[in-house]
């Protein structure tokens, strides 16, 4: 892996390295899916086609995460992006560690949950890497100068994620404005991204009220 492609960074600024962990795998998968169709369109291999992703190229990118997803998209142009961004994100997520991983980028440690269930924890081999990837995305908001499409992707789409420790929503909110500049120049994928988390916010908020004997009818 010569240098990181925009899902590795999208992951590498997710991971919480005091605690060494994921904080949120769903949403980090999404994340990661997002960023990896942004990634395509930055490169100019996939475009919008009437609201879906339609590959223009199936050259090599020399990231795999990259080029199963060209191919995916090349395969079947009729899903739209908020369908991509869901389809395949946890495989998605999976087969980004372990290339990381592999590139000695992070390391993978499993412990069990109530001693069954697994969870894998990251740990970010140099630090300094995804500080610079925070400070990238705070630089970005504070200021109105112009920035790379690489970071106005990699803030817009930390942005749409709702991840509270990458970006805090007070943040999201003072910096409402330049958040949705920056995202003009990240393509399609951000906003379909900003759908699906509020489709899943949405679900946990049902989830939890059923659970806690909410939403009954009354007499």
Same mark, same amino acid.
């Given at each position: 892996?010569?240098?990181?492609?925009? *899902?590795?960074?999208?992951?590498?600024?997710?991971?919480?390295?005091?605690?060494?962990?994921?904080? @949120?795998?769903?949403?980090?998968?999404?994340?990661?899916?997002?960023?990896?169709?942004?990634?395509?369109?930055?490169?100019?291999?996939?475009? @919008?086609? @009437?609201?879906?992703?339609?590959?223009?190229?199936?050259?090599?990118?020399?990231?795999?995460?990259?080029?199963?997803?060209?191919?995916?998209?090349?395969?079947? *142009?009729?899903?739209?992006?908020?369908?991509?961004?869901?389809?395949?994100?946890?495989?998605?997520?999976?087969?980004?560690?372990?290339?990381?991983?592999?590139?000695?980028?992070?390391?993978?440690?499993?412990?069990?949950?109530?001693?069954?269930?697994?969870?894998?924890? *990251?740990?970010?081999?140099?630090?300094?890497?995804?500080?610079?990837?925070?400070?990238?995305?705070?630089?970005?908001?504070?200021?109105?100068?112009?920035?790379?499409?690489?970071?106005?992707?990699?803030? %817009?789409?930390?942005?749409?994620?709702?991840?509270?420790?990458?970006?805090?929503?007070?943040?999201?909110?003072?910096?409402?404005?330049?958040?949705?500049?920056?995202?003009?120049?990240?393509?399609?994928?951000?906003? %379909?991204?900003?759908?699906?988390?509020?489709?899943?916010?949405?679900?946990?908020?049902?989830?939890?009220?059923?659970?806690?004997?909410?939403?009954?009818?009354?007499?």
């Amino acid at each position: 892996m010569t240098e990181l492609s925009l *899902p590795a960074r999208a992951y590498l600024l997710a991971c919480d390295t005091r605690r060494d962990r994921l904080p @949120d795998r769903e949403r980090v998968a999404l994340l990661v899916r997002a960023a990896a169709l942004t990634d395509l369109v930055l490169r100019g291999l996939i475009t @919008d086609a @009437d609201g879906r992703p339609a590959a223009n190229g199936t050259g090599g990118t020399g990231h795999l995460v990259l080029d199963d997803l060209l191919a995916e998209v090349a395969a079947d *142009p009729h899903r739209k992006w908020r369908a991509w961004v869901r389809r395949g994100a946890r495989g998605t997520l999976q087969s980004l560690e372990a290339q990381l991983a592999a590139a000695g980028v992070v390391s993978l440690r499993t412990s069990r949950v109530l001693g069954v269930f697994p969870r894998r924890h *990251p740990v970010v081999r140099d630090r300094a890497v995804a500080a610079g990837l925070h400070e990238e995305v705070a630089s970005a908001l504070r200021s109105e100068a112009a920035v790379s499409p690489e970071v106005a992707a990699l803030t %817009a789409l930390a942005a749409a994620v709702e991840l509270k420790a990458v970006l805090p929503r007070a943040e999201r909110r003072r910096a409402k404005a330049r958040i949705a500049r920056l995202e003009e120049q990240a393509g399609a994928a951000v906003p %379909a991204l900003r759908k699906v988390i509020r489709e899943v916010n949405a679900a946990r908020t049902a989830s939890i009220a059923a659970a806690s004997g909410g939403g009954g009818g009354g007499g």
